[in-house]
């Protein structure tokens, strides 16, 4: 069994469960204790659910304050993240000018997009290389470079957002929550962020199922300012938001 199918059958038993321990977990994905304690310190570090004595609990809201690494969380739900990004590419139009938000689900994106006659702004360096490999016109904002998250931030990034208008723009976000609309643990990131959604014609949110009723340090829109693309049902958010189901 791969390591992300697990991952997501342990989310699963968690949703139902709200609690979990290493044993039950064992008996019922048939894996090694040091497999299911390994997955559940995966997990954990990525904030999607917390580690306790014996096991893991998911409560309903989880509290993410650390940023994981562009490393932690491109091991977590890999495959609804390539199947709500290969939805999200197929929105990009010949002559759009489009936003790409630094991030893993935003990443995927690059294996999908064929559209190459539309201009692409980013704050992800890596994101910018791959664009220009496929022949398309990248502006790279300026700024300074965090490293853990490979995004570009700071003021030079939000001066240089404010002169753009954007026809989309795609974004990652660490949790979606009904209180606290999109959030993102880094101040500075949430900052641009903020500033690239005010400048979208149309702000769309890649959230694997695992973002919701997640919430971090820092708010950076609100639900009612972005579009959602999710891979599974989310009714109890479909009366306050826009979402699209890929």
Aim: glycine share 6%; net charge neutral.
């Amino acid at each position: 069994m791969l390591s992300e199918q697990r991952h997501k059958m342990i989310l699963d038993i968690l949703r139902e469960k709200r609690g979990v321990t290493v044993t039950e977990l064992t008996n019922l994905l048939d894996i090694s204790e040091s497999t299911a304690r390994r997955d559940i310190v995966i997990l954990d570090k990525a904030g999607r659910l917390v580690k306790v004595f014996g096991g893991a609990v998911l409560p309903d809201h989880t509290y993410q304050m650390a940023e994981p690494t562009v490393m932690q969380k491109s091991e977590v739900n890999r495959e609804e993240k390539r199947k709500i990004a290969k939805y999200a590419a197929s929105l990009i139009q010949p002559q759009d000018f489009i936003y790409l938000d630094a991030g893993t689900t935003t990443g995927y994106m690059l294996d999908f997009i064929e559209e190459t006659n539309a201009t692409f702004v980013t704050n992800a360096v890596a994101h910018a290389q791959k664009l220009a490999a496929k022949g398309a016109h990248v502006l790279l904002t300026g700024g300074t470079l965090k490293n853990s998250t490979e995004a570009v931030v700071g003021t030079m990034a939000v001066l240089t957002l404010k002169d753009y208008h954007f026809t989309k723009g795609f974004f990652g976000t660490n949790g979606v929550s009904r209180a606290a609309g999109f959030t993102t643990p880094d101040a500075n990131e949430a900052l641009v962020k903020k500033t690239a959604v005010e400048q979208c014609m149309k702000a769309y949110m890649l959230c694997d199922n695992s973002k919701f009723n997640v919430v971090s340090a820092v708010t950076f829109t609100s639900l009612a300012s972005g579009i959602i693309l999710t891979d599974k049902k989310q009714e109890e958010f479909e009366e306050i938001a826009e979402i699209i189901y890929t």
